[in-house]
């Protein structure tokens, strides 16, 4: 991490402890920085289009922190459609989370969330956001929304939150059945958060807006769809922040227009991109991507030897979007994720696009806390190298270094890839 990063994150966390307002506006400044260079990159080709969706998601974290009582608190799944068209900003825990670990201030949230009694054991892109409400410096939102869909912390970690800063809190149930039923079950809770949502932020919700947004989504959704068939026949400078770029884009902030530009320039990317060369090896990504650690950039982004094909939260829910049906086309959205329901769903979901994406190896991230991956693991492997995906189960964290053994995760993905090199001789 850069020596500036460095020295930035030690203020934070040195004003953290003392004066939760300063650090706020230290974050703020420093996120500031980030949109405005995002907003102001020119250039075609993918680089430029992660700094413009990383200056966007930026945004949203500077507008949390000013304007909190414009903000409502949300989990990755949720359809947040909603929110868009009434002007409000999602804060969710994967994206402050990753921030806040590129900040390099990370550490003094982790320990404040579990001198509050968090297990260490938990998510820590929950508890750092847990940590940053307990210490202060994350205001309060509007409220909290979120999915029951994949995630056992959600509900832990924002009935705490919600308990904390005394806002109203409210859950959307997802079926685990896939049937009109659970849509039209779902579709039903959405409408019920739109009044909710209504009466706090003290406007109307207007249907224009939604239908607007809704059909941002199908447009962004489609372009998707058409850069990942292209994907897989071209080489890209892929990065792993670029891959939760697209991770964000798909969901939380499916809808808004910097989405749409965002996809629409990854597709451009790929339809001038060149050929993929048959020495460079094909990684597909489960889970989230530890965007923050240097040893796995270098490897994956720089080293020469691979390259990342995809990531299949990006890509789990690329349904049809309806702008004449909108709450049935987000409750379908969620009913019908990949991530709902047992676990072969999404192993399945990841062989297809993994074969789609042409890819030669599979990497399991196993982040530290989330139970879900940690239980489909073994069952994954086993069926992806059924399907002649070679699979590498890796142990690590997406925003908390204090949980890496970076020397020994260096060791396997480099030994991964000799095996996979090893099968072209």
């Known amino acids: 991490m850069k020596k500036h990063i460095e020295i930035l994150g030690g203020i934070v966390e040195k004003q953290a402890a003392v004066s939760p307002e300063r650090a706020r506006g230290l974050l703020s400044a420093a996120y500031s920085w980030v949109r405005f260079s995002g907003e102001h990159r020119a250039g075609a080709g993918v680089h430029p289009a992660y700094d413009r969706m990383n200056g966007a998601v930026a945004g949203t974290i500077v507008d949390s922190f000013r304007r909190p009582k414009e903000t409502v608190m949300v989990n990755i799944f949720l359809p947040c459609e909603l929110l868009h068209a009434l002007g409000i900003q999602p804060m969710f825990p994967e994206g402050m989370s990753a921030y806040v ?37 994350l205001p309060a939102p509007l409220m909290i929304a979120n999915t029951t869909l994949a995630c056992d ?7 705490r939150l919600a308990e904390l800063y005394q806002v109203p809190h409210t859950v959307i149930d997802i079926p685990h059945d896939c049937g009109e039923d659970a849509v039209r079950y779902v579709a039903d809770q959405l409408r019920a958060l739109g009044t909710q949502l209504e009466e706090r932020c003290h406007r109307k919700l207007d249907p224009q807006a939604l239908r607007e947004a809704v059909g941002r989504s199908r447009q ?8 990942l068939a292209r994907r897989g026949g071209v080489t890209l400078p ?13 969901h939380v902030m499916l809808g808004r227009p910097e989405s ?20 460079k090896k094909r990684i597909f990504w489960m ?11 270098d490897i994956l982004e720089t080293g020469g030897r691979c390259e990342l094909a995809g990531a299949d939260i990006a890509s789990e829910a690329l349904l049809d979007m309806d702008p004449d049906r909108p709450y049935e086309s987000m409750a379908r959205r969620v009913v019908e994720s990949a991530s709902n329901g047992p676990a072969a769903r999404r192993v399945e979901e990841t062989i297809r696009r993994a074969k789609e994406l042409r890819a030669d190896g599979v990497i399991l991230f196993c982040h530290w806390g989330c139970k879900q991956t940690l239980g489909l693991s073994q069952l994954a492997k086993q069926r992806l190298e059924e399907e002649g995906l070679p699979t590498l189960v890796l142990d690590g964290d997406g925003c ?16 991964f890839l000799e095996q996979l090199e090893g099968r072209s001789v």
């Open 101 to 137: 670990a590129c900040t390099a201030c990370q550490r003094f949230f982790g320990e404040a969330a579990e001198a509050g009694g968090v297990p260490e054991t938990f998510c820590s892109y929950h508890k750092t956001m847990l940590g940053m409400a307990e210490s202060g410096v």
């Open 153 to 159: 912390a959600n509900q832990l970690s924002f009935r």
């Open 220 to 227: 962004t959704i489609e372009a998707y769809r058409a850069y």
């Open 238 to 250: 892929v990065t792993m922040t670029g891959e939760l770029c697209s991770m964000i884009a798909t």
């Open 260 to 279: 749409a530009d965002y996809v629409s320039r990854l597709l451009h990317a790929a339809e001038q991109a060149p050929n993929a060369p048959s020495g």
């Open 287 to 297: 889970h989230t991507l530890p965007n923050w650690q240097d040893s796995m950039k």
């Open 400 to 415: 908390d270094g204090r949980n890496v053994a970076d020397g020994q995760m260096i060791t396997r993905v480099n030994a």
